[in-house]
Protein backbone atom coordinates (compact mmCIF):
# COMPACT_ATOMS: atom_id res chain seq x y z
CA UNK A 1 0.00 0.00 0.00
CA UNK A 2 0.97 3.61 -1.27
CA UNK A 3 1.97 5.85 2.12
CA UNK A 4 -0.15 8.48 1.13
CA UNK A 5 0.52 12.85 2.19
CA UNK A 6 -1.59 12.54 5.17
CA UNK A 7 0.27 9.18 6.05
CA UNK A 8 3.33 10.69 6.34
CA UNK A 9 1.70 13.89 8.51
CA UNK A 10 0.90 11.46 10.95
CA UNK A 11 3.52 9.08 11.27
CA UNK A 12 5.55 10.44 14.63
CA UNK A 13 3.48 13.41 15.72
CA UNK A 14 0.88 14.45 17.80
CA UNK A 15 -1.83 16.13 15.51
CA UNK A 16 -4.52 18.36 16.96
CA UNK A 17 -7.99 16.90 15.34
CA UNK A 18 -10.97 19.67 14.84
CA UNK A 19 -14.17 17.88 13.38
CA UNK A 20 -16.47 20.55 12.93
CA UNK A 21 -20.52 21.57 11.89
CA UNK A 22 -20.01 23.29 8.99
CA UNK A 23 -16.58 35.48 4.75
CA UNK A 24 -13.51 43.79 6.23
CA UNK A 25 -12.72 47.10 5.87
CA UNK A 26 -10.97 49.36 8.39
CA UNK A 27 -13.57 51.16 10.64
CA UNK A 28 -14.34 54.93 8.93
CA UNK A 29 -14.02 57.49 11.28
CA UNK A 30 -17.01 59.75 12.37
CA UNK A 31 -17.99 62.87 13.92
CA UNK A 32 -21.02 64.26 15.72
CA UNK A 33 -23.48 66.14 13.98
CA UNK A 34 -24.98 69.29 15.92
CA UNK A 35 -27.95 66.73 16.04
CA UNK A 36 -25.59 63.56 16.76
CA UNK A 37 -26.09 62.17 13.46
CA UNK A 38 -22.87 60.38 12.75
CA UNK A 39 -21.54 61.17 9.74
CA UNK A 40 -18.25 59.84 7.94
CA UNK A 41 -15.05 62.15 7.32
CA UNK A 42 -12.21 62.30 5.39
CA UNK A 43 -9.93 61.70 8.61
CA UNK A 44 -7.47 64.61 7.36
CA UNK A 45 -5.86 66.67 11.16
CA UNK A 46 -7.57 69.57 9.62
CA UNK A 47 -11.14 67.86 9.82
CA UNK A 48 -10.47 65.99 12.84
CA UNK A 49 -8.89 69.19 14.93
CA UNK A 50 -12.48 71.38 13.76
CA UNK A 51 -14.58 68.97 15.44
CA UNK A 52 -15.90 69.95 18.62
CA UNK A 53 -14.43 69.19 21.79
CA UNK A 54 -16.62 66.62 23.58
CA UNK A 55 -14.82 66.93 27.15
CA UNK A 56 -14.13 69.78 29.40
CA UNK A 57 -10.74 68.57 30.14
CA UNK A 58 -10.53 70.46 33.21
CA UNK A 59 -13.43 68.80 34.81
CA UNK A 60 -12.35 65.32 33.44
CA UNK A 61 -8.94 65.74 34.94
CA UNK A 62 -10.25 66.72 38.17
CA UNK A 63 -12.94 63.73 38.29
CA UNK A 64 -10.43 61.50 37.99
CA UNK A 65 -8.03 62.49 40.70
CA UNK A 66 -11.15 62.55 42.57
CA UNK A 67 -11.83 59.27 41.79
CA UNK A 68 -8.80 57.84 42.08
CA UNK A 69 -8.80 55.34 39.76
CA UNK A 70 -12.16 54.35 39.67
CA UNK A 71 -13.11 56.09 36.88
CA UNK A 72 -10.33 55.02 34.68
CA UNK A 73 -9.33 57.88 31.77
CA UNK A 74 -9.96 55.28 28.99
CA UNK A 75 -12.00 57.87 26.85
CA UNK A 76 -10.53 61.21 27.45
CA UNK A 77 -9.85 62.50 23.90
CA UNK A 78 -12.01 62.36 20.74
CA UNK A 79 -10.25 60.40 18.18
CA UNK A 80 -10.46 57.13 20.41
CA UNK A 81 -14.41 57.77 21.23
CA UNK A 82 -14.60 58.66 17.10
CA UNK A 83 -12.96 55.09 16.59
CA UNK A 84 -14.99 53.38 19.21
CA UNK A 85 -17.76 54.31 17.62
CA UNK A 86 -16.39 53.58 14.20
CA UNK A 87 -15.99 49.62 15.34
CA UNK A 88 -19.42 49.75 16.47
CA UNK A 89 -20.62 50.55 13.36
CA UNK A 90 -18.51 48.07 11.55
CA UNK A 91 -19.35 45.11 13.56
CA UNK A 92 -22.71 44.17 10.72
CA UNK A 93 -19.08 43.12 8.70
CA UNK A 94 -18.84 40.39 11.51
CA UNK A 95 -22.46 39.50 11.35
CA UNK A 96 -23.02 41.56 14.71
CA UNK A 97 -25.46 44.27 15.62
CA UNK A 98 -24.61 47.59 16.44
CA UNK A 99 -27.84 48.65 18.69
CA UNK A 100 -26.69 45.17 20.59
CA UNK A 101 -23.91 48.33 21.74
CA UNK A 102 -26.27 51.03 22.48
CA UNK A 103 -25.01 52.81 19.40
CA UNK A 104 -27.68 55.18 19.90
CA UNK A 105 -27.53 55.79 23.46
CA UNK A 106 -24.26 56.76 22.36
CA UNK A 107 -25.15 58.63 19.36
CA UNK A 108 -27.49 60.68 21.78
CA UNK A 109 -25.23 61.55 24.62
CA UNK A 110 -22.43 62.64 22.24
CA UNK A 111 -24.59 64.66 20.27
CA UNK A 112 -25.75 66.33 23.28
CA UNK A 113 -22.13 66.96 24.30
CA UNK A 114 -21.41 68.22 20.85
CA UNK A 115 -23.76 70.48 20.32
CA UNK A 116 -23.13 72.28 23.62
CA UNK A 117 -19.18 72.31 23.43
CA UNK A 118 -18.75 70.89 27.09
CA UNK A 119 -19.81 68.19 29.28
CA UNK A 120 -21.10 67.79 32.64
CA UNK A 121 -19.96 65.49 35.62
CA UNK A 122 -22.87 63.29 35.06
CA UNK A 123 -22.18 63.42 30.68
CA UNK A 124 -18.86 62.05 31.61
CA UNK A 125 -19.60 59.51 33.53
CA UNK A 126 -22.42 58.27 31.52
CA UNK A 127 -20.19 58.44 28.50
CA UNK A 128 -17.44 56.45 29.80
CA UNK A 129 -19.90 53.68 31.22
CA UNK A 130 -21.71 53.42 27.75
CA UNK A 131 -18.06 53.18 25.97
CA UNK A 132 -16.66 50.58 28.56
CA UNK A 133 -20.18 48.64 27.82
CA UNK A 134 -20.30 48.78 24.47
CA UNK A 135 -16.33 47.97 23.96
CA UNK A 136 -16.48 45.27 26.87
CA UNK A 137 -19.75 43.62 24.93
CA UNK A 138 -18.43 43.84 21.28
CA UNK A 139 -14.66 42.65 22.27
CA UNK A 140 -16.81 39.64 23.99
CA UNK A 141 -19.01 38.97 21.36
CA UNK A 142 -16.08 39.27 18.64
CA UNK A 143 -13.32 37.23 20.70
CA UNK A 144 -15.63 34.34 21.95
CA UNK A 145 -19.52 34.61 19.95
CA UNK A 146 -22.48 36.17 21.43
CA UNK A 147 -23.53 32.78 22.48
CA UNK A 148 -22.57 29.71 24.33
CA UNK A 149 -21.89 26.93 22.35
CA UNK A 150 -23.17 24.40 24.59
CA UNK A 151 -25.66 26.71 24.91
CA UNK A 152 -26.45 26.78 21.27
CA UNK A 153 -25.61 23.19 20.15
CA UNK A 154 -24.96 20.55 23.23
CA UNK A 155 -22.95 18.43 20.34
CA UNK A 156 -20.02 21.04 20.69
CA UNK A 157 -17.23 19.58 22.54
CA UNK A 158 -14.72 21.39 20.23
CA UNK A 159 -11.50 23.42 21.06
CA UNK A 160 -12.65 26.43 22.33
CA UNK A 161 -11.06 30.23 22.43
CA UNK A 162 -9.80 31.10 26.05
CA UNK A 163 -12.34 32.46 27.83
CA UNK A 164 -10.35 32.36 31.44
CA UNK A 165 -8.18 35.03 33.71
CA UNK A 166 -5.99 35.74 30.40
CA UNK A 167 -8.88 36.56 28.47
CA UNK A 168 -10.02 38.89 30.98
CA UNK A 169 -6.89 40.36 30.93
CA UNK A 170 -6.78 40.49 27.35
CA UNK A 171 -10.23 42.63 27.43
CA UNK A 172 -8.71 45.31 30.41
CA UNK A 173 -5.70 45.18 28.72
CA UNK A 174 -7.65 46.40 24.92
CA UNK A 175 -9.33 48.38 27.30
CA UNK A 176 -6.93 50.89 27.65
CA UNK A 177 -5.58 50.56 24.49
CA UNK A 178 -4.98 53.97 22.37
CA UNK A 179 -6.39 52.75 19.48
CA UNK A 180 -9.76 50.81 20.85
CA UNK A 181 -10.83 50.05 16.85
CA UNK A 182 -7.36 47.94 16.28
CA UNK A 183 -7.17 46.34 19.43
CA UNK A 184 -11.08 45.03 18.66
CA UNK A 185 -9.44 43.47 15.47
CA UNK A 186 -7.14 41.67 17.46
CA UNK A 187 -9.42 40.21 19.24
CA UNK A 188 -11.59 39.07 16.12
CA UNK A 189 -10.91 35.61 15.07
CA UNK A 190 -7.78 34.95 12.38
CA UNK A 191 -8.74 31.53 10.66
CA UNK A 192 -8.89 31.94 7.08
CA UNK A 193 -12.47 30.20 7.03
CA UNK A 194 -13.61 33.61 8.99
CA UNK A 195 -12.06 36.02 6.48
CA UNK A 196 -13.91 34.36 3.69
CA UNK A 197 -16.82 34.20 5.22
CA UNK A 198 -16.72 37.92 6.03
CA UNK A 199 -16.07 38.46 2.90
CA UNK A 200 -18.92 36.15 1.36
CA UNK A 201 -21.04 38.19 4.06
CA UNK A 202 -20.13 41.40 2.63
CA UNK A 203 -21.09 39.85 -1.06
CA UNK A 204 -24.30 38.83 -0.27
CA UNK A 205 -25.94 42.18 1.48
CA UNK A 206 -24.33 43.89 -1.55
CA UNK A 207 -26.58 41.17 -3.89
CA UNK A 208 -29.14 42.25 -1.05
CA UNK A 209 -28.67 45.77 -1.23
CA UNK A 210 -29.37 45.53 -5.41
CA UNK A 211 -32.79 43.64 -4.70
CA UNK A 212 -31.62 40.20 -3.98
CA UNK A 213 -32.99 37.89 -6.97
CA UNK A 214 -36.53 36.71 -7.82
CA UNK A 215 -38.10 33.12 -6.84
CA UNK A 216 -37.83 30.74 -9.96
CA UNK A 217 -39.97 28.31 -11.17
CA UNK A 218 -41.05 26.27 -13.58
CA UNK A 219 -43.76 23.82 -14.40
CA UNK A 220 -40.62 21.34 -15.68
CA UNK A 221 -39.95 18.22 -14.36
CA UNK A 222 -36.29 19.10 -15.36
CA UNK A 223 -34.11 20.99 -17.42
CA UNK A 224 -30.85 19.91 -19.07
CA UNK A 225 -28.63 20.38 -21.25
CA UNK A 226 -29.92 20.98 -25.26
CA UNK A 227 -33.92 21.80 -24.00
CA UNK A 228 -35.09 24.73 -25.55
CA UNK A 229 -37.38 26.63 -23.09
CA UNK A 230 -38.55 30.21 -21.75
CA UNK A 231 -37.80 29.03 -18.49
CA UNK A 232 -34.10 28.22 -19.89
CA UNK A 233 -33.23 32.25 -19.85
CA UNK A 234 -34.85 32.94 -16.60
CA UNK A 235 -32.50 30.25 -15.36
CA UNK A 236 -29.80 31.80 -16.68
CA UNK A 237 -30.51 35.26 -15.25
CA UNK A 238 -30.95 33.65 -11.98
CA UNK A 239 -27.85 32.52 -11.69
CA UNK A 240 -25.62 35.34 -13.46
CA UNK A 241 -26.80 37.29 -10.14
CA UNK A 242 -24.41 35.28 -8.13
CA UNK A 243 -22.11 33.65 -10.65
CA UNK A 244 -21.58 36.38 -13.15
CA UNK A 245 -22.40 36.60 -17.13
CA UNK A 246 -22.69 33.56 -18.62
CA UNK A 247 -22.23 33.18 -22.42
CA UNK A 248 -25.21 32.30 -25.05
CA UNK A 249 -25.86 32.88 -28.66
CA UNK A 250 -27.25 36.20 -29.47
CA UNK A 251 -30.69 35.58 -29.80
CA UNK A 252 -30.54 32.12 -28.45
CA UNK A 253 -31.07 32.65 -24.37
CA UNK A 254 -33.65 30.30 -24.29
CA UNK A 255 -31.32 27.34 -25.92
CA UNK A 256 -29.52 25.23 -22.31
CA UNK A 257 -26.39 25.01 -23.52
CA UNK A 258 -23.07 24.03 -22.76
CA UNK A 259 -22.16 27.12 -20.94
CA UNK A 260 -25.17 26.74 -19.00
CA UNK A 261 -24.39 23.49 -18.11
CA UNK A 262 -21.42 24.36 -16.89
CA UNK A 263 -22.97 27.22 -14.56
CA UNK A 264 -25.77 24.99 -13.13
CA UNK A 265 -22.61 22.06 -12.19
CA UNK A 266 -20.52 24.67 -10.28
CA UNK A 267 -24.23 26.32 -8.41
CA UNK A 268 -24.58 22.25 -7.74
CA UNK A 269 -21.42 21.77 -6.38
CA UNK A 270 -21.42 25.09 -4.23
CA UNK A 271 -24.82 23.97 -2.96
CA UNK A 272 -24.05 20.62 -1.26
CA UNK A 273 -25.70 18.77 -4.20
CA UNK A 274 -25.39 15.75 -6.52
CA UNK A 275 -23.62 18.00 -9.37
CA UNK A 276 -25.12 16.46 -12.89
CA UNK A 277 -25.96 19.23 -14.92
CA UNK A 278 -29.94 18.69 -14.51
CA UNK A 279 -32.02 21.42 -12.81
CA UNK A 280 -34.67 19.31 -11.14
CA UNK A 281 -36.40 19.48 -7.51
CA UNK A 282 -33.59 19.97 -5.24
CA UNK A 283 -31.81 22.33 -7.52
CA UNK A 284 -35.18 24.96 -7.94
CA UNK A 285 -35.28 24.45 -4.09
CA UNK A 286 -31.35 25.73 -3.76
CA UNK A 287 -32.13 28.36 -6.38
CA UNK A 288 -35.11 29.91 -4.43
CA UNK A 289 -33.10 30.14 -0.71
CA UNK A 290 -33.33 33.98 -0.30
CA UNK A 291 -30.59 36.26 -0.06
CA UNK A 292 -31.66 37.12 3.70
CA UNK A 293 -31.75 33.23 4.18
CA UNK A 294 -27.82 32.75 2.78
CA UNK A 295 -27.21 35.87 5.42
CA UNK A 296 -28.60 33.99 7.75
CA UNK A 297 -26.36 31.13 7.07
CA UNK A 298 -23.15 33.03 6.65
CA UNK A 299 -24.09 35.02 10.09
CA UNK A 300 -24.41 31.51 11.88
CA UNK A 301 -21.38 30.18 10.53
CA UNK A 302 -19.13 33.63 11.58
CA UNK A 303 -20.57 32.59 15.06
CA UNK A 304 -20.00 29.17 15.24
CA UNK A 305 -15.89 30.14 13.97
CA UNK A 306 -16.40 32.52 17.34
CA UNK A 307 -16.14 30.02 19.20
CA UNK A 308 -12.77 28.03 18.01
CA UNK A 309 -9.85 28.14 19.26
CA UNK A 310 -7.19 30.04 17.31
CA UNK A 311 -4.19 27.82 18.28
CA UNK A 312 -4.96 24.78 16.99
CA UNK A 313 -1.53 24.29 16.89
CA UNK A 314 1.57 24.22 13.94
CA UNK A 315 0.03 21.09 12.21
CA UNK A 316 -3.43 20.83 12.47
CA UNK A 317 -6.76 18.55 10.83
CA UNK A 318 -9.99 20.26 9.94
CA UNK A 319 -13.04 18.30 9.15
CA UNK A 320 -15.99 20.08 8.01
CA UNK A 321 -18.98 17.53 8.04
CA UNK A 322 -20.77 20.80 6.36
CA UNK A 323 -18.68 20.66 3.56
CA UNK A 324 -17.88 16.77 3.31
CA UNK A 325 -14.20 18.03 3.28
CA UNK A 326 -10.87 16.99 5.24
CA UNK A 327 -8.30 19.24 5.24
CA UNK A 328 -4.59 19.55 6.86
CA UNK A 329 -3.14 22.69 7.44
CA UNK A 330 0.68 23.03 8.64
CA UNK A 331 2.53 26.29 9.89
CA UNK A 332 -1.17 28.01 8.70
CA UNK A 333 -0.92 26.49 5.22
CA UNK A 334 -3.57 24.13 3.83
CA UNK A 335 -0.98 20.73 2.88
CA UNK A 336 -3.78 18.20 1.61
CA UNK A 337 -6.94 17.34 1.34
CA UNK A 338 -9.75 15.02 0.64
CA UNK A 339 -13.36 14.27 0.65
CA UNK A 340 -14.85 12.85 3.53
CA UNK A 341 -17.67 10.96 4.56
CA UNK A 342 -19.85 11.45 7.79
CA UNK A 343 -22.50 10.56 9.98
CA UNK A 344 -25.98 10.14 9.13
CA UNK A 345 -28.92 12.38 10.29
CA UNK A 346 -29.89 9.90 13.27
CA UNK A 347 -26.07 9.08 13.81
CA UNK A 348 -24.09 12.71 13.51
CA UNK A 349 -20.60 12.91 13.42
CA UNK A 350 -19.90 14.75 16.88
CA UNK A 351 -18.30 18.13 16.84
CA UNK A 352 -15.05 17.22 18.86
CA UNK A 353 -10.98 18.08 18.93
CA UNK A 354 -8.54 15.88 20.26
CA UNK A 355 -5.01 14.77 19.52
CA UNK A 356 -4.32 12.52 16.62
CA UNK A 357 -1.57 9.95 18.50
CA UNK A 358 -1.27 6.91 15.75
CA UNK A 359 -2.55 5.05 12.93
CA UNK A 360 -3.21 1.50 12.58
CA UNK A 361 -2.38 -0.51 8.91
CA UNK A 362 -4.62 -3.40 7.87
CA UNK A 363 -7.24 -2.72 11.32
CA UNK A 364 -9.75 -4.77 12.29
CA UNK A 365 -12.86 -3.45 13.97
CA UNK A 366 -14.45 -3.82 17.28
CA UNK A 367 -18.34 -2.79 16.48
CA UNK A 368 -19.63 -0.06 18.42
CA UNK A 369 -22.31 -0.72 20.79
CA UNK A 370 -24.74 1.23 19.07
CA UNK A 371 -24.03 -0.29 15.22
CA UNK A 372 -23.95 -3.04 17.63
CA UNK A 373 -27.39 -3.43 19.12
CA UNK A 374 -29.26 -1.23 16.20
CA UNK A 375 -27.42 -2.99 12.97
CA UNK A 376 -25.19 -5.91 13.63
CA UNK A 377 -27.11 -8.44 15.92
CA UNK A 378 -30.68 -7.76 14.44
CA UNK A 379 -28.64 -8.36 11.04
CA UNK A 380 -27.42 -12.10 12.87
CA UNK A 381 -30.55 -13.18 13.92
CA UNK A 382 -31.93 -12.59 10.62
CA UNK A 383 -28.81 -14.35 8.57
CA UNK A 384 -27.43 -16.84 10.56
CA UNK A 385 -24.65 -16.93 7.88
CA UNK A 386 -24.18 -12.64 8.17
CA UNK A 387 -20.78 -13.66 10.40
CA UNK A 388 -19.27 -15.61 8.03
CA UNK A 389 -20.05 -13.25 4.82
CA UNK A 390 -18.76 -10.42 6.93
CA UNK A 391 -15.23 -12.30 8.34
CA UNK A 392 -16.50 -11.39 11.50
CA UNK A 393 -15.96 -13.66 14.81
CA UNK A 394 -17.56 -13.42 18.60
CA UNK A 395 -15.31 -12.34 21.37
CA UNK A 396 -15.81 -12.44 25.40
CA UNK A 397 -14.34 -9.46 27.28
CA UNK A 398 -11.74 -11.65 28.13
CA UNK A 399 -10.38 -12.13 24.82
CA UNK A 400 -11.58 -15.48 24.29
CA UNK A 401 -13.35 -16.25 20.64
CA UNK A 402 -17.10 -17.53 21.51
CA UNK A 403 -18.91 -20.05 18.96
CA UNK A 404 -21.76 -18.56 17.72
CA UNK A 405 -23.32 -21.99 17.22
CA UNK A 406 -23.28 -21.54 21.49
CA UNK A 407 -25.85 -19.15 21.45
CA UNK A 408 -29.43 -18.96 21.35
CA UNK A 409 -30.07 -16.61 18.44
CA UNK A 410 -33.47 -16.24 19.38
CA UNK A 411 -33.73 -15.14 22.92
CA UNK A 412 -30.34 -12.49 22.15
CA UNK A 413 -31.63 -9.45 23.39
CA UNK A 414 -29.24 -6.45 20.92
CA UNK A 415 -29.92 -4.31 24.11
CA UNK A 416 -27.59 -6.68 26.57
CA UNK A 417 -25.76 -8.97 24.13
CA UNK A 418 -23.33 -10.44 26.51
CA UNK A 419 -19.61 -10.24 23.83
CA UNK A 420 -18.20 -8.32 21.62
CA UNK A 421 -18.17 -8.93 17.85
CA UNK A 422 -15.05 -8.15 15.71
CA UNK A 423 -14.23 -7.91 11.89
CA UNK A 424 -10.71 -9.29 10.71
CA UNK A 425 -8.60 -7.38 8.73
CA UNK A 426 -9.29 -7.59 4.99
CA UNK A 427 -10.19 -5.62 2.01
CA UNK A 428 -14.23 -5.64 2.93
CA UNK A 429 -12.86 -4.26 6.72
CA UNK A 430 -15.31 -1.31 7.45
CA UNK A 431 -12.47 0.61 8.21
CA UNK A 432 -10.46 -0.26 5.06
CA UNK A 433 -6.63 -0.30 4.92
CA UNK A 434 -5.86 2.41 7.81
CA UNK A 435 -7.11 4.10 10.76
CA UNK A 436 -6.17 7.14 12.33
CA UNK A 437 -6.83 7.16 16.24
CA UNK A 438 -7.17 10.30 18.42
CA UNK A 439 -8.72 9.25 22.11
CA UNK A 440 -12.55 10.71 22.66
CA UNK A 441 -15.76 10.14 24.15
CA UNK A 442 -17.82 8.87 20.96
CA UNK A 443 -14.95 6.18 19.94
CA UNK A 444 -15.28 8.05 16.71
CA UNK A 445 -11.60 8.60 14.16
CA UNK A 446 -10.88 8.88 10.65
CA UNK A 447 -10.55 5.54 8.72
CA UNK A 448 -10.27 4.35 5.21
CA UNK A 449 -13.21 3.04 3.48
CA UNK A 450 -13.94 -0.46 1.02
CA UNK A 451 -16.80 1.33 -0.24
CA UNK A 452 -15.23 4.01 -2.49
CA UNK A 453 -18.43 4.36 -4.69
CA UNK A 454 -19.49 6.62 -2.39
CA UNK A 455 -17.23 9.52 -2.68
CA UNK A 456 -18.81 10.11 -5.65
CA UNK A 457 -21.72 11.68 -4.33
CA UNK A 458 -21.12 14.81 -3.46
CA UNK A 459 -23.51 14.98 -0.56
CA UNK A 460 -22.04 12.04 1.80
CA UNK A 461 -23.58 11.29 4.86
CA UNK A 462 -22.99 7.61 4.96
CA UNK A 463 -21.40 6.59 7.98
CA UNK A 464 -22.73 5.75 11.50
CA UNK A 465 -20.34 9.18 13.01
CA UNK A 466 -17.12 8.55 12.12
CA UNK A 467 -14.88 10.23 9.32
CA UNK A 468 -14.25 7.73 6.04
CA UNK A 469 -11.64 9.60 3.75
CA UNK A 470 -10.82 8.99 0.23
CA UNK A 471 -6.90 9.41 -0.80
CA UNK A 472 -5.37 7.43 1.50
CA UNK A 473 -4.24 4.18 -0.70
Known sequence: MEITRLTNIITGLVTAVMVLLFTSSAPEKF????????????????????????????IYSAIHEKGRGLLSPRWDNNDKILQMIGAIYNSPADGLDP?????????ELAGKIASSGKASYEDIVSMEKLLDEAFTGLSADLGTGKVSPEDADPRWKALRRNTGEDWLRCIDHSLNSDDPARALQRLTPRHREYRNLKKALAEYRGLESAGGWESFSTNLKKIEIGMRH?????????????????????????????????????????NGLEADGVVGKSTVEALNVTVSEKISIITANLERWRWVSDDLGDRYILVNTAD???????????????????????????????????????????????ILRQDVIPDIIRDSSYLQKKNMKIVAYDGSTVDPLSIDWKHVSPSSFPYMIKQEPGKNNALG????????????????TPSRWQFSKNIRPFSSGCVRIDNVR
Request: charged fraction near 25%; proline fraction near 6%.
Open 433 to 448: RIKFMFPNEYDVYIHD
Open 31 to 58: RFSPKGAVTPVSGSTDEAAAAPSLFNED
Open 99 to 107: DDYNISGIE
Open 324 to 370: YNLKVFENGEQTFSAKAIVGTAKRQTPVFSSMMKYLVVNPDWTVPPQ
Open 230 to 270: PDVAKLRNRLEITQGHIDFVEGDEELFDQALHDQVLVFQQR
